[in-house]
């Protein structure tokens, strides 16, 4: 077994190789640079590792079993100790998470790099929708119930919740005067935000509805997205229709689009499994139960 001083190390490298810089690595650990440099060296040094640049971040060259051994261990110290390295994806707002979860700030890395970092076990566990891992998904997310099932060759999801999707405008868009509306309609307004990143499974399912020329923001809408354009029209998580309605004055459409999220956590298959890290996902639901999206009606719970 390795001492508290080698675990420490393992934790600097281990933040080099996802953030690509000491600067980060001293801001989360808390350090100084040159400790956090010194801290990378001496473990390099102890595994000749041969940590070199590789496409702006760290990379080991040698001895990588050794050092995909350490980690399998060190994770399952964090899963026992509840001391998980956590990511959430911007959508899962307002949800204060547990003490077992130290949150990563890595939200705007690809979801493909985040699953890449589960499988290497530098991330322990990621909170977010699965249509980002539609070409890995067997269930179909409007059937999805409550079971566990794999992600790839490596990781499992843990489906938490279910949730839909909102057509929101402004009280004064043409369309909120109707109440039957079609997607030829919605076809003569094609300037779409999305208050998200892209993925392709939603991006489908709107272009079935006549939705357009999307337009992509940031985490949440700001309001020079809607100034002078009054015709435009947002898609929302219903849980944010409170927030979205009180800050931009945006409205439900009378138009059901179908469309549903899933929100899992998603793992190794060595943490999902280990009996510990049951009281750790107990933590979770309870804190997500507290949450903006656990106490929206049209939540579905599916644990």
Known sequence: MFDERVLANLDALDYLQIYGNTVKVAELIG???SSCSRR????????DLGMDRS???YQPSQNTDVLAEMRQAAQKLRVRRSQLRCSLESQVT????PSEFRLLDIES?????????????????????LQKCCPMLTPSLELMQSK????????LALPLLRWEYVLVSLRTHPLQRSSSITPDDLA??????LPFSKASLLIT???EHGLTGLAYGDANFSPEHWQGIATRIGIVPAYQLPEIEKQFGLVPLRYSLGIHEVTALVGHRDIISDPCFAKTSDALCNSMHDSTIGRCSRTVWLR
Do not use: H, M
């Open 109 to 129: 890395i690809a979801t493909a790099k985040v699953l890449s970092l589960l499988e290497g076990r530098l991330v322990d566990v990621w909170i977010g929708g």
């Open 205 to 207: 399912a709107l272009q």
């Open 31 to 33: 350090l100084s640079q």
């Open 40 to 47: 990378c060296r001496a473990l390099n040094e102890l595994l």
């Open 94 to 97: 307002g949800v204060a998470l």
């Open 188 to 193: 003569k307004y094609p300037s779409l935000i």
């Open 148 to 155: 566990c099932f794999p992600l790839g060759k490596f990781l």
């Open 55 to 57: 496409d702006g971040g």
